[in-house]
């Protein structure tokens, strides 16, 4: 944040915190010497947030919502290795290394809702999408195959990092067709992905791109690299994935989340 972008940003950040109960942690400001210190968020990068949270909340029914939804979250920039973002109740830590997307924003913000509600969200999504979550249920299917990486973890080689179901390090056994999945996946990252691919799938926002890129490579030919996705067995993972006809609305999880949002669905 520059010197000359104060009042902007100070404006900003208290309607954050009046509209949405969203605290951004500055990090600028004078240091004891006078010194102005700039610390790692920049304007842009309110503005992106702003209009993120905006977006989010549009779809969750407003604004008094998204308070309800989230009840408070804090947001600041913190060193989290190699991760974009990460999340508990009421607070989301955003990389310092490079900036944020607004999907991350969606993402990391589902988290705290899920969170807020004990992550039983995740588990209601899990639950209508026909998913469970077995350990010894992974185990065997590791045992037995079919299996789509190492025993113990995924490789880094196309058709072997783990996207079959179950075939995950949390023994996550997705229903449905997430728009995607990998050695990482479980119920609530299931969650937060599922809320990034309702707000962007086909609504022109931020989020549009990526969500129509994520459900796109099921049509490359195996072992094509994808400009986001890098290189995979993609042609096989298309059952799995690939939403009827190439229409996302038809899955489980837009209608879970359209449900969710529609308050037909109570955690
Ligand atoms: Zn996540």
């Known amino acids: 944040m520059e010197d000359a972008d104060i009042q902007v940003a100070t404006e900003k950040l208290k309607q954050l915190q009046e509209q949405f109960r969203v605290e951004v942690?500055?990090?600028?400001?004078?240091?004891?010497?006078?010194?102005?210190?700039?610390?790692?968020?920049?304007?842009?990068?309110?503005?992106?947030?702003?209009?993120?949270?905006?977006?989010?909340?549009?779809?969750?029914?407003?604004?008094?919502?998204?308070?309800?939804?989230?009840?408070?979250?804090?947001?600041?920039?913190?060193?989290?290795?190699?991760?974009?973002?990460?999340?508990?109740?009421?607070?989301?830590?955003?990389s310092t290394k490079g900036t944020f997307s607004a999907w991350t924003v969606v993402h990391e913000l589902a988290h705290t809702w899920d969170a807020n509600h004990g992550w039983q969200l995740a588990v209601a999504l899990e639950k209508y999408t026909g998913g469970y979550t077995s350990r010894a249920a992974s185990f065997l299917r590791k045992l037995v195959g079919p299996r789509d990486s190492g025993f113990w973890n995924q490789e880094n080689?196309?058709?072997?990092?783990?996207?079959?179901?179950?075939?995950?390090?949390?023994?996550?056994?997705?229903?449905?067709?997430?728009?995607?999945?990998?050695?990482?996946?479980?119920?609530?990252?299931?969650?937060?992905?599922?809320?990034?691919?309702?707000?962007?799938?086909?609504?022109?926002?931020?989020?549009?791109?990526?969500?129509?890129?994520?459900?796109?490579?099921?049509?490359?030919?195996?072992?094509?690299?994808d400009t986001n996705f890098g290189v995979d067995n993609w042609a096989d993972y298309k059952k799995h994935f690939y939403p009827e006809a190439g229409d996302y609305t038809k899955t489980k999880r837009w209608q879970f989340v359209d449900d969710l949002v529609k308050g037909k669905i109570k955690v």
């Open 157 to 225: 080689k196309p058709g072997r990092h783990g996207r079959l179901p179950g075939c995950n390090a949390a023994g996550y056994f997705y229903g449905d067709k997430p728009s995607g999945s990998n050695w990482a996946f479980n119920r609530v990252e299931d969650f937060a992905e599922s809320i990034a691919m309702y707000v962007g799938w086909k609504n022109n926002n931020d989020l549009s791109a990526w969500a129509e890129a994520r459900i796109n490579r099921y049509l490359l030919e195996n072992g094509t690299p």
């Open 25 to 94: 942690l500055a990090d600028w400001g004078a240091a004891s010497d006078g010194s102005w210190q700039s610390g790692k968020w920049l304007l842009a990068e309110l503005d992106r947030l702003d209009q993120t949270i905006k977006l989010l909340a549009g779809v969750m029914g407003g604004s008094d919502k998204f308070i309800q939804n989230i009840m408070g979250v804090t947001i600041k920039k913190a060193d989290i290795g190699s991760h974009g973002g990460e999340a508990l109740s009421h607070r989301v830590s955003l």
